[in-house]
């Protein structure tokens, strides 16, 4: 068999696609991703998570998965022994697995369970708190506009003119183990970055690179119709109606910031994998697990049953080792994050031991004009009465105390008519959502890129309506269970005994029977010892 790849994953979380510059965002500043794009990879401008929350989103994209099939669809139900993912799968097959702790996959309430996926795991924390706020006040009082915003500004640096955290620490462990390869394996290495995930905050030189006069103009709720109720509880919780522009800009500014200071830490590995000789043989993924609001319908952050392209559409950037066929640039396919799950395994040429949705990338990377998906879908919510769904619920049964910065978010969720569950499929152009109590949504994305409108209860668009809702239920039918790819037995060898041994007419044929039942034949192969012995007899 060839050398198999290493596989090298940088995973950043909450960034959405419109934080690189490759992708029209005058303000943003990706240099290295940009790069990255142009000569070596391609960047799918249609990638959509299939949940825009983390725990749901990864148990999705690390299996292959859709969150509604196991039941992963909320932030208090991981995987659990039992259940494979990438990370065993590719170790059981060979690979040297890496990975920092901050994966939020595996349950952490059983000992031993996510050690068995790795054969070293980065913990972290060895050094001091990288230095806070330059202004410890920001946050303000609890009835003040930034008590809830996720906003911290600009933070200090320390003696050595850096603010060390610990995603720093984090990428600085993978280096070290990229230049301190395991012989006779190959590598598969995850960092999991805490980046740019709220709170909003960041240090020089990323604070001030941003231009905020370039920043696109922002999507207002004032100016939208039809939106989702948790969309509005949220803005009446986080009570941040005194944001100004000017409030907003500097939010959105830091964020990029932050996605500025995520393309260095990537350049970082990428080098580092040069300098090792690693890069070539590598096959490279840098995706996120969804997307941040950030300060569009005046929102910070994000909500679990809404599907906005700011928050379902993420990065996603594929490297193929040396050798395959690479159409670098942008790709305008249809691809959903599962099919990251798919084209590792396919690079890794292993076999997935479980049944999985995705669909491996090769041929959109080998051509990224190739049509790839004619829908993606995404789900989030939860049903009424599902308590044990609430994100509040991990904290207790009145839920978090409003000091909590999450408590806007978490208090919405607990309200079964905010929280509805929903789904969405997209086609390209059409987005309709899909929730239980019918405040469905339909948005025509070439009239309306900001889904703005929801034209749901529209006549011009009926007849596609119809048709998506068709095929969200194809799509439902089609991965809504899966069945192991092994067999169980129906009966026990004892069942089986009983069951033949009154067909026997003498001892010798009791003894065919019995040990041919307990050499582990199925029953049409005892029954075929039987009719063999007979015939033998008879000659």
């Known amino acids: 068999m060839t050398k198999r790849p290493n596989i090298i994953i940088f995973n950043p979380d909450e960034m959405r696609l419109d934080t690189m510059s490759h992708m029209g965002n005058p303000a943003a500043k990706t240099p290295f991703l940009d790069e990255f794009t142009a000569s070596d990879a391609v960047s799918f401008r249609n990638a959509y998570c299939q949940n825009p929350v983390c725990v749901p989103s990864r148990c999705s994209f690390f299996t292959g998965l859709y969150p509604h099939v196991h039941g992963h669809r909320t932030m208090a139900h991981l995987l659990r022994p039992g259940e494979s993912s990438m990370f065993n799968e590719l170790k059981n097959a060979g690979y040297y697995v890496w990975m920092n702790s901050r994966n939020d996959l595996h349950a952490a309430q059983y000992e031993g369970w996510l050690e068995e996926n790795a ?127 000017k409030d907003w800009d500097e939010l959105r500014a830091v964020y990029l910031g932050m996605c500025m200071k995520v393309d260095d830490q990537f350049r970082r590995v990428c080098d580092a994998l040069k300098e090792a000789g690693m890069y070539d043989d590598s096959a490279i993924f840098f995706l996120s697990d969804h997307g941040d609001f950030d300060g569009d319908f005046s929102l910070p952050e994000k909500a679990q049953n809404c599907f906005e392209d700011c928050l379902t559409k993420v990065p996603f950037l594929v490297k193929p080792p040396k050798g395959e066929a690479i159409d670098p640039g942008i790709s305008d396919s249809l691809v959903e994050l599962v099919d990251f799950y798919a084209t590792v395994m396919d690079y890794a040429d292993v076999k997935p031991d479980h049944t999985q949705f995705g669909r491996s990338l090769r041929p959109v990377l080998a051509d990224r004009s190739a049509k790839f998906r004619d829908y993606v879908f995404s789900e989030g919510g939860r049903m009424p009465g599902e308590e044990h769904c609430d994100e509040s619920h991990i904290n207790g049964p009145n839920g978090s105390p409003p000091s909590f910065v999450y408590w806007p978010r978490q208090t919405a969720q607990r309200e079964d008519d905010t929280h509805l569950k929903g789904t969405m499929i997209f086609d390209g152009r059409y987005k309709f959502i899909m929730r239980q109590d019918d405040s469905d949504e339909f948005y025509d994305l070439q009239k309306d890129p900001n889904e703005m409108t929801n034209r749901v209860n529209d006549p011009e668009y009926r007849q596609e309506i119809r048709r998506l809702e068709r095929e969200m239920l194809r799509w439902y039918q089609g991965t809504c269970d899966v069945v192991p790819l092994d067999f169980d037995a129906r009966f026990n060898n004892e069942m089986l005994w009983a069951m033949m041994k009154g067909n026997c007419q003498t001892e010798e044929e009791e003894k065919i029977v019995h040990d041919a039942i307990w050499a582990g034949k199925k029953m049409p192969m005892v029954m075929e010892a039987l009719r063999q012995f007979r015939e033998n007899k008879k000659n």
């Open 119 to 245: 054969d070293e795991i980065f913990y972290g924390g060895n050094t001091k708190p990288a230095p806070g706020t330059v202004d410890p006040n920001v946050r303000g009082p609890m009835d003040g506009k930034n008590f809830y915003s996720h906003f911290g500004g600009e933070l200090k640096l320390d003696e050595n003119g850096r603010n060390y955290n610990r995603d720093d620490e984090a990428v600085d462990a993978l280096i070290e183990r990229i230049k301190n390869p395991v012989e006779d394996k190959p590598l598969m290495a995850f960092v999991g970055l805490m980046y740019p995930h709220t709170p909003y905050q960041v240090e020089e030189p990323y604070f001030s690179a941003i231009d905020r006069t370039k920043l696109p103009r922002r999507v207002r709720p004032e100016d939208c119709t039809g939106k989702p109720k948790m969309e509005q509880r949220l803005r009446d919780l986080q009570h941040m109606q005194e944001y100004t522009e």
